[in-house]
């Protein structure tokens, strides 16, 4: 199993401020096609997951442009460039590259 | 819009079997293009991958779960199903189906989710 692992678990932000989050995996996501299989996604309180991030770095269709997904290989960042109330929630990034494992969580909450 | 919807017992005994069905509306399930997968999400905890069958019947199971899982879809009905067998406790969770896109690999849609519990 790949194994993907997020700093921080909990993330407190000033609203206008940004966020970064990191998830690391135990082996490369990087495929032969150039793709990395790594995904984003956001769990608002009493809500299901919904996609933020896609291929590491595609926007999903209607999320915000203060969203953006980076990095390659092994190593990823999310990041929020002007933290809004209504980001608060649980953020999963998820290895999609074999049998789908997910980050712990990481809990952003507003200050 | 395409919408998921998860529907069957809140409640199963130890031992038995856990059933679920999903329910795909503004959309057909026998398009080529999607997987349509099964997460699960004890209380409190984080996601777990269950499994995703295409609609041609192919299908890829985690393999901590491998051993009891078997999923199906009905064509006719648009809508998809999970069996888990043997549950226990640790079975009980939230019980979410989700469209997996077959390129970019994924979860684009997801159901509201169900709460199963096992307990005698």
């Known amino acids: 199993d790949i194994v993907m692992t997020q700093s921080p678990l909990s993330l407190p932000v000033t609203p206008g401020e940004p966020a970064s989050i990191s998830c690391r995996s135990s082996?490369?996501?990087?495929?032969?096609?150039?793709?990395?299989?790594l995904d984003w996604y956001l769990q608002k309180p009493g809500q299901s997951p919904h996609l933020l991030i896609y291929?590491?770095?595609n926007r999903a269709s209607g999320v915000p442009d203060r969203f953006s997904g980076s990095g390659s290989g092994t190593d990823f960042t999310l990041k929020i460039s002007r933290v809004e109330a209504e980001d608060v929630g649980i953020y999963y990034c998820v290895q999609t590259l074999q049998a789908p494992t997910f980050g712990q969580g990481t809990k952003l909450e507003i200050k | 819009q395409v919408q998921l919807q998860e529907s069957g017992p809140g409640l199963v005994k130890p031992s038995q079997t856990l059933s679920l069905t999903c329910a795909v509306s503004g959309g057909s399930i026998s398009s080529g293009n999607y997987y349509w997968s099964w997460i699960r999400q004890p209380p409190g905890k984080g996601l777990e991958w269950i499994g995703y069958i295409h609609y041609s019947g192919s299908a890829y199971f985690n393999p901590s779960l491998k051993s009891r899982v078997a999923m199906s879809v009905d064509t006719s009905n648009n809508q998809f199903s999970l069996r888990l067998v043997s549950v226990t406790a640790a079975d009980t969770a939230v019980y979410f189906c989700a469209r997996r896109l077959k390129v970019e690999h994924s979860f684009d849609f997801w159901g509201q989710g169900t709460l199963v519990t096992v307990s005698s």
């Open positions: 082996q490369s996501l990087l495929h032969s096609d150039g793709n990395n299989y």
């Open positions: 291929l590491g770095s």
